[in-house]
Nanobody, 114 residues
Framework: QVQLVESGGGEVQAGGSLRLSCAAS????????MAWHRQGPGKQREWVAS???????NYADAVKGRFTISRDNAKNTLYLQMNSLRPEDTAVYYC????????WGQGTQVTVSS
């Protein structure tokens, strides 16, 4: 079965950095569409960043220039490097995989304090 497990969340002060990881298992996903989404308190889940293949990336305007999505295909792991974090980045971050169907991780909490 396909499983996605996020890690790396935590609490950080504004201006700080975190790196999220999403470990995928159950198949090889080197050429699949993967993404990060987030859901803040009282908000709708929103798309943050996506990657197709090894290097084709897209970002939501709110995070462009601050976040970097990448993947290590040898490890079947997706990353989200988050720099210059702001309080409005506070959310549960979810890993997403398109692999003939939609797959989601359990989410990891990111809290950015002022």
């Amino acid at each position: 079965q396909v499983q996605l497990v996020e890690s790396g969340g935590g609490e950080v002060q504004a201006g700080g950095s975190l790196r999220l990881s999403c470990a995928a298992s159950g198949s090889t996903f080197a050429n699949n569409f993967m993404a990060w989404h987030r859901q803040g308190p009282g908000k709708q889940r929103e798309w943050v960043a996506s990657i197709i293949g090894g290097a084709m990336t897209n970002y939501a305007d709110a995070v462009k220039g601050r976040f970097t999505i990448s993947r290590d295909n040898a490890k079947n792991t997706l990353y989200l490097q988050m720099n210059s974090l702001r309080p409005e980045d506070t959310a549960v971050y979810y890993c997403y995989l398109r692999h003939g169907a939609d797959y989601w991780g359990q989410g990891t909490q990111v809290t950015v304090s002022s």
